[in-house]
């Protein structure tokens, strides 16, 4: 019997006043892979998080988590966003952002038990921020922001990440940073993780798969093979010079 | 200073006051929390119709406000959900057609003239014995709601797809909350008047921002400062014969100033 895969697209469409966002879109990514779901600006990469975080449902075609639809799966779901937005100047520190993340296995209307803290703390630990949980979430830079929002996926000891655009805005090294604790993490952990981001090089270079898209799948398969296919130039609509073999270009975000 | 507690009339005031206070200070919160002061002041606004249809009608104004605010706060959030308007736009719109309804259908009759006034800026005189109880109903069941669901309404406040993610009904407790702030505006109307309570789902939360370190410290003196405000501000109306909702209010906001004052005092470099 195969491996029930830890996210689906089967032949999803998805449309939004009468413009198809996502065309037939299928793949798949079994669990413990570091998958980077790539693809220009308005691609439907947000859209497809969407999706697997069930705000969204699709015009046609299934989407399945660990073989259930989003919401009714047994496995933990993290996911961490570009950013949150705190009303500036709100007294929420760091550790309850993170504790935030123990919410779906505390259950609905309960209160934190002392295991819950304790989880939350490691969770900061593991990220390196344990000295600043009692700092204002909001005075944190856009880096330590990011690895707080980690922290707060792992507290929940998820099965799959979900990362949107997670480094946009950070500079390379706190880029660097991020999806080195990332890889880190999934090694330590049976974890699969999934990340949309149109910063190419970053994620490629640190992800087993990689899925191009542009409202449908125009190639998956391993970073090289997918940052080497003609596909990428069309669907980016890169100039000429551009178009050179991957080791040419290490580092820079295309 | 307390011979104005002597009277009935005073005294159902000053329970429907820290009700009012206890119920606002801690929606106050996710009022700042969520950005929802626009969305306090329209459904507050948007009361004075429910208001109107109930005098006319003969049903109780408090229970008509009720299910006229009620409705007109899930159609705010249902708008700003799949609308192609956004919810600031429809609040623009439901705001000053249901108070015009509401103005309008109160001016057609003499006989609700006067009490047009009442509702829209507040009497101490106006609290009967029957609006306790339901005043004591609704505190009830706002605190209950608000307690009971705090850690997953700061939850989805801050990050709803994060939530959703962890499996919290985002739609649901968006909803409960509109449906409690509903409530919190109808029970302060006859105290605070709809024109004013806006205030009061506002600045004790500010009061609390401004002063505290954390979400537990804000949601204290939230409450310390709006009860303060509320009961002081009755005393204020009766020695002054002002509307107690402009009392309550104007004592709020010089409660506010003086934290603000303080905490950029104490923030100065030295």
Redesign the interface.
């Known amino acids: 019997m195969s491996e029930t895969a830890a996210v689906a697209f089967e032949d999803v469409w998805f449309s939004y006043d009468g413009t198809n966002i996502l065309e037939g879109v299928s793949f798949d990514i079994r669990p413990g892979r570091f998958a980077a779901l790539i693809g220009p600006n308005g691609a439907g990469k947000t859209t497809a998080l ?1 999706l697997l ?3 969204m449902r699709p015009t046609r075609g299934r989407v399945r988590l660990f073989g259930a639809p989003p ?1 009714n799966q047994d496995e ?6 570009q950013r ?4 500036r ?5 760091v550790r ?2 993170v504790l ?2 123990r ?2 296995r ?1 259950g ?2 309960r ?2 038990r002392p295991r819950d803290h304790e989880v939350a703390l490691q969770a900061l630990e593991r990220v390196g921020l344990r000295h600043l949980g009692n700092s ?1 979430f909001g005075t944190l830079s856009g880096g330590q922001q990011q690895r707080v929002l980690i922290a ?2 792992l507290a ?1 000891e998820p099965h799959l990440l ?1 990362l ?1 655009e997670p480094t946009a805005g950070l500079d390379p090294a706190a880029r660097s940073d991020f999806y080195n604790l990332c890889c880190t993490l999934q090694r330590e952990s049976p974890l699969t993780l999934l990340a949309a981001s149109h910063d190419i090089e970053a994620v490629a270079h640190h992800a087993d798969l990689v899925i191009l898209i542009n409202h449908t799948v125009l190639a998956a398969g391993s970073p090289h093979d997918v940052l080497h296919s003609p596909v990428l130039q069309d669907a980016y609509r890169f100039p000429e010079r551009h178009h050179e073999p991957h080791h040419a270009h290490q580092g820079a975000a295309l | 200073m307390t011979d104005w507690l002597a009277y009935d009339f005073a005294q159902r005031a000053l329970v429907a006051g820290v009700l009012v206070a206890l119920m606002c200070a801690v929606l106050a919160f996710f009022v700042v929390l969520r950005r929802m002061a626009f969305v306090g002041a329209g459904i507050s606004h948007a009361a004075l119709g429910g208001v109107a249809l109930g005098l006319v009608t003969g049903v109780s104004p408090l229970v008509a406000a009720m299910a006229f605010s009620i409705a007109v706060a899930w159609s705010i959030g249902w708008i700003s959900e799949r609308g192609r308007i956004t919810e600031e736009t429809a609040i623009g719109i439901l705001f000053p057609t249901t108070m015009a309804l509401g103005i309008a259908i109160i001016s057609l009759s003499a006989t609700y003239r006067q009490d047009l006034m009442a509702y829209l800026f507040g009497s101490m005189l106006a609290v009967r014995r029957t609006d306790l109880w339901l005043l004591f109903g609704l505190a009830g069941g706002t605190l209950a709601v608000l307690a009971l669901f705090f850690k997953e309404l700061v939850f989805i406040s801050i990050d709803p797809d994060a939530a959703r993610a962890a499996k919290v009904p985002v739609t649901a407790l968006r909803y409960l909350l509109l449906t409690v702030l509903a409530a919190t505006i109808v029970a302060s109307i006859k105290l605070v008047g709809v024109v004013l309570v806006s205030a009061l789902l506002v600045i004790p939360a500010a009061t609390g921002q401004v002063s505290a370190r954390s979400m537990t410290g804000m949601l204290v003196i939230s409450i310390i400062s709006a009860l303060i405000a509320v009961v002081a501000g009755l005393w204020l109306s009766w020695i002054t014969n002002l509307p107690s909702g402009a009392t309550i209010v104007l004592l709020a906001s010089a409660l506010f100033f003086a934290a603000f004052v303080a905490s950029v005092h104490s923030s100065a470099p030295r």
């Open positions: 969407r975080l069930g705000s919401g933990v779901i993290g996911y961490i966003p949150i937005t705190v009303p100047g709100f007294p929420l520190t309850e952002v935030m993340g919410y779906g505390i609905l209307g209160r934190p204002p707060r996926a929940g979900l949107d």
